[in-house]
């Protein structure tokens, strides 16, 4: 009689053995391999070694399904075990190794401490813990025909990976490269083909930058009509710079990506007239553009918070042209006011995305900074919470419409000084130009005024915006329910300084 073909690896060799080769067997031969093997191993792995010999290649599959199970829910037995096995990365190490665990609708599961998926299994399964069976399993479960018939078990790693739930290692980046190039053939995946085209165009820890592979993904057709993509294939086009067909590209690019709605195109699409990429230098025209969606970009930046990686490409744009008087008349302030605000805005999004994607932009916005340091002496300082910080952060505060509340007022009419607090609900932009600062102020923060000719502050104290300004004095308010302003306090400083008689 033939024997059946199987193949069995013993728990403490990390080799494969015998019966590997197809002929006939007696059962005499037979029984004394088992003997041997099975003497390899401990008592309670000994029914579950049996079981896995009289497994034939038919049923191997099966086999296999059953000790996938084992990867689930599997605390109690992780615990117990000695040696443990990733059948996704296919490392093997001691079972206490593993210290992170995922709690979800299977169960509460361990973690591989290699790659972080949640493969792993156990040598109090029974089941063989060496990597000839590793690599077993993961051709089984994650090999490229099992990912291409299984599509979400691939889009379930390149999500994982893409959240920092699988470590991020060189051999995890090639799976989740792999992957994706998986998903953007097969599935025809725009997210996919995105995500490979924004790896190669910015490179990663283990990945360099290639641009030309990256416009091959920007490329593909599902992205036809996004605007990322599209965004992405102008500004390579426009750094590579071989020849007028691909600076008209470029161009077009961009100007589709505009009509999409794209904010990124409206400042590329700025250096186009501004520069005079494929168009006629039109200065004016560049400013117009950027003006029209500035408001849109700010909004997101201070008060929405939400997409406004941008944010600094358009401040160091504006804050240029209103240094040079660009396009618009000349105005130190607001060019000031612009780079302080682009240079947080560029910490922030360094903090978000772990590095500067557009150095360039780091290097313009400096320089801009450094213009107003040596000519006006300026320098880079902690905030100051008082009348001129207050002064370049009114229309800041009004424009966020989170409630805040007035407090702790002491006023000194002899010293004319004034001090209150003011409580924000939600972080709202502030800045400090003299000291070359801004930020997000959250919680309760202390103010301080001088010459202070009159203060007023009724019993309700919250307000939504603020009124008037340092000449005209400041008058806090919120609207009521028929769209009225209902003042609720207000500050006006001394005649000398202002221009408006104080109310007896």
């Known amino acids: 009689m033939k024997a059946s073909l199987f193949v069995f690896y ?50 191997r599959k099966a086999y296999l399904e059953e000790c996938r199970t084992h990867a689930k829910n599997n605390s109690v037995e992780i615990l117990s075990s000695e040696q443990a096995g990733c059948f996704f990365c296919r490392h093997v190490y001691s079972a206490r190794d593993i210290q992170d665990w995922i709690d979800d609708e299977h169960g509460v599961s361990a973690l591989c401490p290699e790659c972080g998926m949640d493969a792993v299994i156990g040598d109090a399964s029974g089941y063989p813990i060496d990597k000839a069976f590793m690599k077993e399993m993961n051709i089984a479960f994650y090999g490229e025909d099992f990912m291409a018939a299984h599509p979400d078990a691939a889009r379930t790693y390149v999500q994982r990976y893409a959240e920092h739930k699988i470590v ?51 490329r593909m057709p599902p992205l036809f009509a996004n605007a990322t993509a599209l965004n992405a294939i102008g500004t390579i086009l426009l750094s590579l710079m071989e020849s007028k067909e691909s600076v008209q590209e470029a161009y077009e690019c961009f100007a589709k990506a505009a009509a999409l709605g794209s904010l990124e195109a409206a400042y590329h699409l700025y250096d186009c007239y501004s520069d005079g990429f494929f168009v006629k230098t039109d200065k004016d025209f560049a400013f117009q553009i950027l003006l029209q969606s500035s408001g849109d970009i700010y909004n997101r930046f201070a008060i929405l918070r939400n997409e406004w990686f941008d944010f600094p490409e358009f401040a160091v744009r504006l804050g240029e042209c209103y240094l040079r008087g660009v396009g618009v008349a000349r105005d130190e302030e607001m060019a000031l006011r612009y780079f302080v605000l682009g240079d947080l805005a560029l910490r922030l999004r360094l903090a978000f995305l772990g590095s500067e994607r557009h150095p360039e932009t780091a290097a313009r916005l400096a320089n801009g900074i450094l213009t107003f340091k040596n000519q006006h002496q300026l320098a880079k300082n902690d905030p100051v919470y008082d009348i001129d910080s207050f002064e370049d952060s009114a229309v800041d505060f009004s424009l966020n419409p989170a409630k805040k509340v007035l407090s702790d007022v002491e006023f000194d009419p002899l010293s004319h000084e004034l001090s209150f607090s003011i409580s924000f609900s939600s972080p709202t932009l502030f800045l400090d130009l003299g000291n070359l600062t801004a930020g997000f102020l959250s919680g309760k923060t202390s103010w301080n005024f001088q010459d202070v000719a009159y203060a007023k502050f009724s019993s309700e104290r919250h307000f939504t915006k603020i009124l008037g300004d340092y000449d005209e004095g400041y008058r806090f308010a919120y609207e009521d329910d028929e769209g009225e302003d209902v003042i609720v306090a207000e500050i006006i400083f001394l005649p000398d300084k202002g221009k408006i008689t104080i109310p007896e």
């Not at 728990?11 to 099975?38: H, P, T, V, W």
């Not at 029914?47 to 009289?54: D, V």
């Not at 998903?183 to 083909?193: M, P, Q």
């Open 10 to 59: 013993p728990r403490e060799k990390n080799r494969c053995s015998f019966l590997k080769e197809k002929g006939r067997y007696n059962d005499r031969e037979m029984k004394k391999e088992e003997n041997q093997a099975i003497g390899e191993v401990t008592p309670e792995q000994a029914p579950k070694i049996k079981k896995m010999k009289r497994v034939s290649a038919k049923d």
């Open 168 to 218: 991020h290692k060189e051999k995890s980046e090639v799976f989740y490269i792999h992957y994706l190039r998986l998903l953007e053939a097969r599935e025809n995946d725009a997210s996919a083909a995105l995500t490979l085209g924004e790896i190669y165009l910015y490179g990663t820890q283990f990945t360099q930058p290639d641009p030309i592979e990256a416009l091959k993904h920007f």
